[in-house]
């Protein structure tokens, strides 16, 4: 297998670096921009609509925000985000944006060399993570501007974008964009190894460093960040058939046949979607507009109050909301019990809702088996299948693929209801010191407030580096820690 361009890696893969970000997604992406000694100072002339958050980043004013009290920030600060950090950075850079006023950031960024923390950004593919990924079409749930990052506005480099006043929405394609060209603005390529899976990742004790320096594509490192985000491993269902070759897992797929009129078209077998949130809603969309028809089926009412579709504005996302209706107003007619022979209702010529559905089986010859809330089998012919039901963070390169780092360690890793354990403030992990996470695993779903994991860490670390710097400047003191072995491969796809 052929290496790595040099150019891509250090010349000595196994020296130790001082911070290894796993992910190239925009938590990567953010923090790298941090550690590069870009530096966020409270802006001369502005003013904070919050008082009190005024009041103190006044008293301090001429220390950077990384050099600052986070907690003493954070007191009484709401928002919705559960981690505290990730409300300040966000009220820093978009004031008020919840009330639903667009106010001009209150920091100012001054890149200072003084603050640089040498790093590596290790990712599968370009800069952007899993935004390359997505079908491009499609809108982001985010407004544009909350998509962006510090220092680069994101209407600067899409312009003529802006849909609406009110609905100033994104493509994934704009958005991956935007990404891949704010590493290069920002001059930060030098700290990106794209291309790249880890393997795994060690903790050694600084004096089994030798015994490993021969070991191709590894790298030492004193502190490691978790941003991989939680894409990676699709949610499956776990019945039979599901690996079947029209059985699909990402809304992408349906894209692709889509565009091929000979596998998927107006006169094919309806497509089946399982699941009821927003990417379930994606494909429900893409397939209507290409004028196929929809079968869709979810474990949850159609009433249920905790459907996403409840919680989005109808003005900002009518096209949720369409999805929501359909699944509300054309249900398949619930058959009773006691009269199995019944002849079937039947379809709505473009879509039919499956409220309280659960899928038993996939068939060879492309019959679906669902079952009904009140034990009714439906069998249907379908012309491709896509299970949406959410997706898993893939920490395989840890031991225990991650679940020790979880607020509960006896079950697997969920970016919802299982994120790894951190302190709020440094976003390190309570269960490996040295270890940071950011991002969805901390259950920050949303790049509006990921970076305030950036913040969080390069906060940390600097800290960390000046203490550091300290001690082993002190004569006769012996400093030594602990450090990460990462290994990586290239990925050629």
């Known amino acids: 297998m052929p290496l790595l361009e040099e150019s891509s890696l250090p010349r000595d893969c196994t020296r130790t670096v001082p911070v290894v970000i796993i992910g190239n997604g925009p938590s990567g992406i953010c923090l790298s921009y941090l550690l590069s000694g870009y530096t966020p100072y409270l802006e001369p002339m502005a003013v904070h609509p919050n008082p009190i958050l005024f009041r103190k980043l006044q008293e301090a004013k001429q220390l950077p925000i ?32 919840d009330l639903g006023f667009e106010f001009p950031s209150v920091l100012q960024w001054r890149l200072e060399k003084k603050h640089h923390i040498p790093h590596l950004v290790l990712g599968k593919a370009t800069p952007g993570g899993a935004w390359h990924a997505m079908e491009g079409s499609m809108l982001t749930i985010s407004l544009g501007i909350w998509m962006e990052l510090p220092g680069v506005n994101y209407r600067d480099l899409t312009p003529g974008k802006r849909r609406s006043v009110s609905n100033d929405r994104a493509t994934p394609d704009e958005i991956s964009s935007y990404y891949k060209n704010y590493v290069k603005l920002m001059g930060l390529q030098k700290n990106f190894v794209d291309n790249t899976y880890v393997t795994s990742v060690q903790k050694l004790h600084r004096s089994h460093e030798k015994s490993d320096t021969h070991v191709p594509f590894s790298l030492f490192a004193e502190n490691v960040v978790l941003a991989t985000g939680a894409s990676d491993s699709p949610a499956r269902l776990g019945v039979e058939g599901e690996d079947l070759p029209y059985v699909f897992h990402g809304v992408r797929d349906l894209g692709v046949a889509v565009s091929c009129q000979s596998n998927l078209s107006s006169s094919s077998d309806p497509v089946l979607v399982v699941g009821a949130g927003l990417s379930a809603a994606d494909a429900v969309l893409c397939a209507l507009n290409h004028r196929v028809s929809v079968l869709h089926a979810f474990r949850k009412r159609a009433d249920d109050p905790g459907l996403i579709f409840k919680q989005l504005p109808k003005t ?178």
């Open 66 to 97: 990384t050099e600052q009290d986070l907690e003493f920030l954070c007191e009484g600060l709401e928002g919705r985000s559960g981690n505290p950090v990730a409300v300040l950075f966000d009220t820093l850079l978009h004031p008020n944006a």
């Open 316 to 493: 900002l996302y009518p096209e949720y909301h369409r999805v929501y209706h359909m699944m509300c107003s054309q249900v398949y007619p619930a058959s009773p019990v006691a009269n199995p022979t019944a002849p079937s209702p039947s379809l709505f010529p473009d879509y039919t809702s499956f409220p309280e559905h659960c899928v038993l089986s996939f068939q060879p010859d492309m019959h679906c088996v669902m079952r009904g809330s009140n034990g009714v089998l439906r069998v249907f012919k379908v012309s491709m299948v896509l299970v949406l039901i959410g997706t898993y963070p893939n920490l395989v390169f840890l031991k225990e693929q991650g679940q020790y780092l979880c607020l509960d360690p006896s079950r697997p890793i969920s970016c919802r209801q299982n994120p790894v354990d951190i302190n709020p403030y440094t976003f390190e992990c309570n269960a490996d010191p040295g270890l940071f996470a950011m991002g969805p695993l901390v259950g920050d779903n949303f790049v509006r407030f990921l970076k305030g994991g950036a913040l969080g860490i390069a906060s940390c670390l600097r800290i960390m580096c000046q203490y550091v710097n300290v001690i082993r400047s002190l004569d006769g003191v012996c400093f030594t820690s602990c450090c990460y072995k990462c290994c990586q491969l290239p990925c050629y796809l």
